[in-house]
C-alpha cells in the first residue's frame, strides 16, 4: 500500500513540495505527478503554496496569485505579458505597476529587483520606468557589460563544460541572460585546442550574425580560424577587454572571456538549435575521442599525459595542421 503523503519543504516538483511512495497502478491518477526513481514510484502533487523559482513580476506584484517566468524576464517577448496587458485593456484585471503603487513608498520595489535581476532597490519614479536613467543604464549598459559565471562546472579531461549554457557543435557557446540577451564566446575545448590567440577580428556592435555563418575569427601568428555564430541576431556589445588582451578567453573562456551580447526576436527558437547539458557533455566526449585519434597518428599514444589533454594542443604539436584542426572542430 502507498504511504501517506508527507510534506516536505525541501522537496519541490513544479508547483509541490508533497510527495509520497506510490505503486505503479497510482501512475494514471490526474491528481499527482508520477515518476519513477531508482526503481520507486514517487507520486508529487501540485501545491500553490510553494514557491516560484523564478516569480513572474506579475507574481511579485500580487496580481496573480502564482506564476512562474518562463522567458527569461524579457516581458518585451513575452506572451503572458501580452495577455495580461489586453486583460487590463478589458478592464479585467489591474497593472502590476498600478498594483505596486498602491503599497507604501518603502515597499515599492523597482522591477529589476521584482524579478531578481538586482538586490533590492526602491523604485524612485512611481513606476515610470521609460523616465529612469537607472532602467537605462541597467538595461543597455550594466547588464550587458557585467559577466556571469557558470553555477556548475563539468570536467571531462581536462577541458570544462558547464551547465546551463548552450553549445553549438563549431565550439561555440551561447548563456541566455535575464532579460533575454544572449552572451555568446568560444569554449574551453576550442581555446585549449589553437592556443592563446594574438587577437580576435571582432565585429562591432550592430552587426547582425546568422546561425551557421562565419561571425569572427582568430588570430594566431600567420593563422586565422573562422568561427561560425551559434545564433542569428543583432550585437548589442562587445567585449572591450578581450580585444584589447585576447588571454583573458583562454583564462576565463565562460567568465571574463565571453565575446558578444546579441538580442533575438525569438530567445526559444533560437536556443532549441543548439546542444545542452547531456548533449553538450556526450558530443564533447566525442570531440576529444576524435582529437585524441589525431594526435595518436601524429604524436603516438604518449601525447596524452594520463588522460588529459595539455593547453594550447596545436602549440605543442603543429603536425596537427591549423586548417586540419579548424576544418574538423570549427567546421571552417
Same mark, same amino acid.
Given at each position: ?13 513544479? +508547483? ?56 527569461? +524576464? ?14 487590463? @485593456? ?52 550594466? @547588464? ?20 546551463? +549554457? ?14 533575454? +540577451? ?81 538580442? @533575438? ?68
Amino acid at each position: 500500500m502507498a504511504e501517506k503523503t508527507r510534506d516536505i519543504p525541501k522537496s519541490r516538483f513544479g +508547483y509541490g513540495s508533497s510527495y509520497r511512495k506510490g505503486t505503479r497502478q497510482d501512475l494514471g491518477k490526474e491528481s499527482e505527478i508520477g515518476a519513477v526513481f531508482g526503481g520507486q514510484v514517487w507520486m508529487f502533487k501540485p501545491d500553490r503554496a510553494a514557491k516560484a523559482a523564478n516569480p513572474c513580476i506579475w507574481m511579485q506584484a500580487g496580481v496573480v496569485t502564482f506564476k512562474n517566468c518562463n522567458n527569461f +524576464y524579457d516581458c518585451n517577448t513575452c506572451k503572458y505579458d501580452l495577455g495580461m496587458h489586453k486583460q487590463i @485593456t478589458k478592464g479585467k484585471k489591474m497593472s502590476w505597476q498600478d498594483a505596486m503603487r498602491q503599497r507604501p513608498g518603502r515597499d515599492r520595489t523597482c522591477r529589476h529587483s521584482l524579478t531578481r535581476r538586482i538586490e533590492n532597490r526602491i523604485c524612485g519614479l512611481n513606476y515610470n520606468c521609460s523616465r529612469c536613467d537607472f532602467d537605462q543604464f541597467f538595461e543597455e549598459v550594466w @547588464t550587458a557589460k557585467t559577466k556571469n559565471v557558470p553555477f556548475e562546472v563539468q570536467h571531462v579531461k581536462g577541458f570544462d563544460v558547464p551547465m546551463e +549554457y548552450f553549445f553549438h557543435n563549431g565550439h561555440t557557446w551561447a548563456r541566455i541572460e535575464s532579460g533575454g +540577451y544572449i552572451r555568446i564566446g568560444l569554449d574551453d575545448f576550442a581555446l585549449k585546442l589553437l592556443g592563446k590567440a594574438d587577437g580576435f577580428d571582432l565585429p562591432l556592435m550592430g552587426k547582425e550574425l546568422d546561425m551557421d555563418r562565419v561571425g569572427w575569427g582568430l588570430k594566431r601568428k600567420d593563422n586565422l580560424a573562422d568561427i561560425l555564430s551559434p545564433v542569428d541576431g543583432v550585437i548589442v556589445e562587445v567585449n572591450s577587454k578581450v580585444r584589447e588582451n585576447p588571454a583573458i578567453a583562454n583564462q576565463e573562456p565562460y567568465g571574463d572571456g565571453w565575446l558578444f551580447m546579441v538580442r @533575438t526576436p525569438d530567445v526559444k527558437k533560437t536556443v532549441k538549435k543548439l546542444m545542452s547539458d547531456t548533449d553538450s557533455l556526450n558530443w564533447v566526449n566525442h570531440e576529444i575521442d576524435t582529437l585524441e585519434g589525431m594526435i595518436e597518428d601524429v604524436a603516438g599514444p604518449l601525447a596524452a599525459d594520463g588522460g588529459y589533454l595539455q593547453d594550447d594542443i596545436y602549440g605543442n604539436l603543429p603536425g596537427l595542421g591549423w586548417k586540419n584542426l579548424t576544418k574538423t572542430f570549427l567546421k571552417t
